[in-house]
């Protein structure tokens, strides 16, 4: 994990994939602290860590100051060795790249936590966005502050009428619990109302590196 600077991001990069079989966790794990040596000499990078779900993916979390920033990234890490090497670890077939517009101006990356919720998902009117970000801060006021464990949340904008809900938290058990809390409590419910129930996944990840 490499924290760069206290910047409020504008962009989180979440890279999913799964290693390759014969790869050891050991091997990931070293092969990462070397990736994150170039990293560290990016321009605009605030954040990066490793983190993995109870479905033995991993994903490569990624903060920055600006989507363009991300980008930048993109095109210079290809010529590395010691990236490329990481990325001779990974099945690129099962890499999934998500791109997260950060819709809160006041957001921080918290100085610890344990693990992240992602919550995916679509609203049933692409004309609700002004309606998702007002129940979010409602969310956030009267229900996530209410807990300790709750260390950082925020709504992201992927594309076109698909968003995301990230809430970052102390613990992973606690964190899931607060989230199933979401089907009785009534600031919450109004989020749950605006969104697409088909479009909706949901995932937690820990942190590892």
Known sequence: MIRLSNESPKVMEFTS??????VTDDELLFALLKFEKVLSAQKGLIFHCLMRN???????????????????LENNLGKDEDVIQFFELIEMTTTKIEFHEILDNKFIIPSSFSC????????????????????????????????????????????ENEFSEI???????????????????????????????????????????
């Open 167 to 209: 809430t970052i938290g102390e613990t992973l058990g606690a964190t899931k619990q607060i989230c199933m809390g979401y089907l009785e409590n009534e600031s919450c419910k109004k989020m749950l109302a605006l969104i697409d129930e088909s479009t909706m996944q949901l995932d937690f990840w820990y942190l590892i590196a």
């Open 17 to 22: 994939f799964r290693k390759k079989e014969n």
């Open 54 to 72: 109870f479905s033995n993916e991993y994903a490569n979390v990624l903060f920055a100051a600006a989507m363009s920033d991300l980008k930048e």
């Open 116 to 159: 992240i919720e992602k919550g995916l998902f679509s609203l049933k009117n692409k004309e609700d966005k002004s309606k998702l970000i007002t129940t979010s801060l409602e969310i956030e006021e009267n229900y996530l502050s209410t807990f300790s464990n709750t260390k950082a949340h925020f709504i992201g904008k992927i594309k």
